[in-house]
Structures are given as structure tokens and as C-alpha cells.
């Protein structure tokens, strides 16, 4: 959907009040809810259930963002919050107001949201200033070109008014498409895949910026993602779907160290995945035991344990009580990936992957002890 369509039907702002009255909100109730709340949504694209009974409430200058793989439900989300998709079970409000649900249904223009997409969505034939001004139809002239140059420059492109989308680089049409978002000072600011477009480089310093922008400006905000990285790095909760479904809700850490499920532990990074039996509250491991609470003696589990969980040590004597075969090791930059072979107690090999910080490039065919950190081990039933 396009800018021109969002700003479309003007007209119907005569109606908003009396969806408002139809909503049954007042003001006062306004300044305890959350500036974006979906209760209970669902939604269907013919047979397939894309969304299925997400309730999620955002509070005013906070960031969450949307993530999970391909199809799992997270941008259908993003546009029934916007307004782009008719709702068709549930509820949506904003800073206390029902903007959809049972008998209302307000436009995307009268939400008070602002949108920055994918392909962000420039006019070509207009400059970068009147492309931030033209979200700003209520307002004079002067009051127009005073808050789209205030916006430019919340994201660094002043210098750059006169200018066409044309002429920038795709770091920089992101900023004006972030600009144009900012300028109308809306309660909330839902952004779809904004940083997928640019180069692995390019996009980690627009991200930056980007953050730093979204935190000065106190809007509530929703990102929607594919890249858990990214979402780590830029939400105070994150809000990780699958199938439609709401898996887990939480802050970075909470996601990353205490996963509900194997999706959620294995979706935030590669993991050593094992299927073992559970005997006396713990399950069996090459590389120790790991408690498995919850999971009655004898039962089947699969633990997945994350590469940096497995410490090494070269030279390992004959005192180590874990030792593992060196396949390969890999310099990553930051890290080391250490290709192992451990020995198993039904006498097979294990495969694992070990990531140590820094350089640590044992050669092929050597041999190493491992200790094994069972706050990066996690246990659940097969």
C-alpha cells in the first residue's frame, strides 16, 4: 500500500468520532492503557490460520519487535495493527482507543500510526523534504516545511531536502522513510522488514542510528524481523511466532537463556542437538549431565546445548574428564568454530560444534578437554 493510499479518504475523518463514541473510550482511560494493545487475534487467508490468538500490548517508548521464520504469521500481524488488513476476530486499540474489533473499523490514516516498509515506499518525483511533508496535510505550510526538516534531522539528512530518493544511497532512503514515519509525532511507529534491503555492512549501521533514534523519540514501536540478531539487538521484548501462534514473549535475555521450547532455543542461534533418556532428574550427555526437571526417569529428552557452552582446553592429559577429537577449526572473526568428535556412551561418535571467543585454532586430529556450561544446556522432552 502506498503513502497516497494511507492518506487517502480524508473525508471519513468526520466519522471518528463516532467510532470512538462506539468504542466506548474516554480519555481519562487512555492514560493507563498501553499505546498499542491486539486482544485475542486471529486471522485466516482462506484455509490457513496466519494468526492465531495473539494478544500482545506495547507500551508508550518501548520496542518489540516481531520475529520468526518465513510465513509464520509476524508481518500479517504488523498490517492488522496498521489497518492494512481487515480484522476478523478480535480486538485492536491504541493508547486506550478501539481501533478494530467488534463494530469498528478505523482506517489506517486515522490510527495515529506511522509506517515505514520494506521497499520504504519514496515518491520518486518529489524531494526529499516534501516527501517528509507530505504526511503532514493538517498543518500550514510553514508549520509543514518546520516539522519535516525537524524530522530529517532526527535521522541525519538535512543536507539532503533538496534532494531525490533517486540520488541516495539505500541507507539513506531508509532514513528519510523513517523521517516521513516521525514527522506526524505518532503514538506508534510499526516498521516492516525496514533494514532487509541493505548490505550486511550498511545495514548494521543504519540499524544503530535507527535505535537511537526510535528511543529519542517515545513512540511505541513494532519491528517485524526475520533476523534474531537484529531483534536482540534492537527490542526491549521480543515477540517470537511460529505457525501463527505466539511462542514466547520477553526481554533479549529471557529468550536467549531460558527458551520454553527447542523452536525458541534453537530459532536464537545454532545449537548441539542430542536425544538421550532421562535417569534420576538428569539426562545423559556426551559432555555431562544436565538437569532435566519436570521430565519423569525414563522418558526420552532432547538436549540442545549452544556451541559456546562447550569450554575447550588444548593439551588435555590424562586427567580430563571429557576429551574430543579436533575435525576442523574455523576463524570467524570474533569467534572460533571448533569441529569436534566425541565419544558416546553406547561407544558411537558425536558431532558437536564448540565456539570459543577469540583465536583458537587447534590443529586437525588433536585432542581437547571439554567442561561443559549448563547454563547454555537446555533440556526438553522428545
Not at 541525519?156 to 539505500?170: N, Q, R, V, W
Not at 535507527?210 to 517515545?218: A, F, I, K, W
Request: charged share 20%; net charge negative.
Amino acid at each position: 500500500m502506498t503513502p497516497d493510499s494511507l492518506i487517502a479518504g480524508r473525508a471519513r475523518r468526520a466519522s471518528t468520532e463516532a467510532i470512538d463514541a462506539a468504542a466506548g473510550r474516554d480519555a481519562a482511560a487512555a492514560g493507563d492503557a498501553p499505546a498499542l494493545a491486539l486482544d485475542h487475534v486471529s486471522h485466516r487467508f482462506g484455509d490457513m490460520l496466519a494468526v492465531d490468538d495473539v494478544s500482545l500490548a506495547v507500551g508508550a517508548g518501548e520496542i518489540v519487535c516481531l520475529v520468526g521464520p518465513s510465513g509464520c504469521g509476524k508481518s500479517t500481524l504488523l498490517r492488522l495493527a496498521a489497518g492494512l488488513e481487515d480484522l476478523q476476530s478480535g480486538a485492536v486499540s491504541i493508547a486506550g482507543r478501539a481501533v478494530a474489533g467488534p463494530r469498528v473499523s478505523m482506517p489506517p490514516e486515522d490510527r495515529g500510526i506511522g509506517l515505514v516498509f520494506q521497499d520504504y515506499a519514496l515518491f520518486p518525483h518529489l524531494s526529499v523534504l516534501d516527501n517528509v511533508r507530505f504526511g503532514l496535510r493538517d498543518l500550514r505550510g510553514a508549520e509543514q516545511a518546520r516539522r519535516a526538516r525537524s524530522a530529517l534531522a532526527q535521522v541525519g539528512m538535512e543536507g539532503h531536502a533538496e534532494s531525490f530518493p533517486h540520488m541516495l544511497s539505500g541507507g539513506q532512503q531508509q532514513r528519510v522513510a523513517l523521517a516521513r514515519a516521525l514527522a506526524p509525532r505518532p503514538r506508534v511507529l510499526l516498521l516492516d522488514e525496514p533494514f532487509s534491503g541493505l548490505d550486511t555492512r550498511l545495514r548494521r549501521q543504519v540499524r544503530d542510528d535507527t535505535l537511537h533514534v526510535l528511543q529519542q523519540q517515545g513512540a511505541a514501536t513494532v519491528i517485524v524481523t526475520h533476523d534474531p540478531e537484529e531483534a536482540m539487538f534492537l527490542a526491549d521484548r521480543i515477540a517470537l511466532m511460529n505457525a501463527g501462534k505466539l511462542v514466547q514473549l520477553g526481554a533479549p535475555v529471557d529468550l536467549y537463556c531460558r527458551p520454553v521450547d527447542a523452536f525458541a532455543a534453537s530459532f536464537f542461534g545454532e545449537v548441539n542437538r542430542l536425544e538421550t533418556k532421562v535417569g534420576g532428574g538428569e539426562a545423559a550427555t556426551p559432555v555431562g549431565r544436565v538437569p532435566a526437571p519436570g521430565i519423569p526417569d525414563g522418558s526420552g529428552a532432547v538436549v540442545l546445548i549452544r556451541p559456546e557452552a562447550l569450554l575447550l582446553s588444548p593439551d588435555p592429559g590424562d586427567t580430563a574428564p571429557v576429551v574430543a577429537r579436533v575435525e576442523a577449526a574455523r576463524m570467524l572473526g570474533r569467534s572460533s568454530l571448533v569441529h569436534l568428535s566425541v565419544s558416546g556412551d553406547a561407544g558411537n561418535t558425536v558431532h558437536m560444534h564448540a565456539r570459543v571467543p577469540g583465536q583458537f585454532l587447534p590443529e586437525e586430529g588433536s585432542w581437547v578437554s571439554i567442561a561443559l556450561d549448563g547454563r547454555q544446556a537446555f533440556v526438553f522432552p522428545a
